[in-house]
């Protein structure tokens, strides 16, 4: 499924990964599904509690507090994001075997280049398949 970013949610999803360095950073993503498009209208920016640049994890506090403001705005849970410091942006094995939402899109932003490069992934059954990702 397609998936549309704002510019300014991009941007504020890099200047997340840039602040937490040199470890991994991660978020939510919520919107609404528009004819077949994942439209992102809202990103939370979360802290990552493993504090490593390997490997993230989701704190279950900042995750409910972030799907009850989803709730509260109407908006669709659409899945998460989080950064690669130093490598390509797409699902590390642990990522592929980490992923037991076959409906999430998991974006992967890398800052292993000049510029930060942002993909995105639907993971089924260990199976990757990169989305189309328009950034708005
Ligand atoms: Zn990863």
Known sequence: ???RLKQADFDAMAAHARSGLPNEACGLIAGKIE????????????SNPDQSPEHFSIDPAEQLCAVRDMRKAGLTPLGNFHS???TPSRP???DIRLAHDPKAKYLILSLAGEAPVLNAFEIVDGTVAQ???EIV
């Not at 004819?35 to 979360?46: M, P």
Request: proline fraction near 4%.
């Open 92 to 94: 590390s094995a642990e």
């Open 84 to 86: 690669h410091p130093s």
């Open 1 to 3: 499924m397609a998936i």
């Open 131 to 133: 989305q189309l990702l």
């Open 35 to 46: 004819n077949g498009t994942a439209v992102v209208e809202k990103i939370y920016l979360l």
